[in-house]
């Protein structure tokens, strides 16, 4: 019997895509942490924040390692990118935040500039899609970082 949550179907697809197509992101981080959806969450406006209302997931990379680093501003920059057809409401990563109301990228001001993790929320629509065009878009970020499909999904 398993004990992990039912997620919304985006966060189930990106926990399944992200970590096969990347696989030294499932290496790097314990299991579960390759990608995390949240559950309920108070913003300093009482209202429940994107994460709370399963329409977003953090995406762990380690902007310290320089192969993670290009993965994560490789993902960063595909969200924003794709945000129309991927339902992207707004992406944190590194110190940066990109938003669909500000689509212009603004410096994150916090004590933690997710440095640690790629934050992405979806509209609420958007989380209930499993954009399969992103696949090859994952697929096409791979080749960039490094150069080769080999070692991707059991290549060899």
């Not at 992990?4 to 697809?13: Q, T």
């Not at 899609?129 to 080999?150: A, S």
Request: aromatic share 10%; net charge neutral; charged share 15%.
């Amino acid at each position: 019997m398993s004990h992990e949550p039912p997620y919304p179907p985006i966060v189930a697809f990106l926990r399944r895509w992200i970590p096969e197509i990347f696989p030294a992101l499932r290496v790097s981080h314990a299991s579960g942490r390759g990608v995390r959806a949240y559950v309920r969450h108070l913003v300093a406006t009482r209202t429940f924040a994107a994460r709370s209302s399963d329409r977003s997931a953090d995406i762990y990379v380690d902007a310290s390692d320089l192969t993670q680093r290009q993965i994560g501003d490789g993902l960063f920059a595909l969200f924003i990118e794709w945000h129309v057809h991927l339902g992207v409401d707004h992406v944190i990563w590194n110190g940066q935040i990109w938003t669909r109301k500000h689509t212009e990228l603004s410096a994150y001001c916090s004590p933690h500039p997710y440095s640690d993790r790629i934050h992405v929320a979806f509209t609420r629509a958007a989380s209930q899609m499993q954009p399969t065009m992103l696949v090859p878009l994952l697929d096409g970020l791979y080749l960039d970082v490094y150069g080769t499909l080999t070692g991707q999904n059991g290549t060899p």
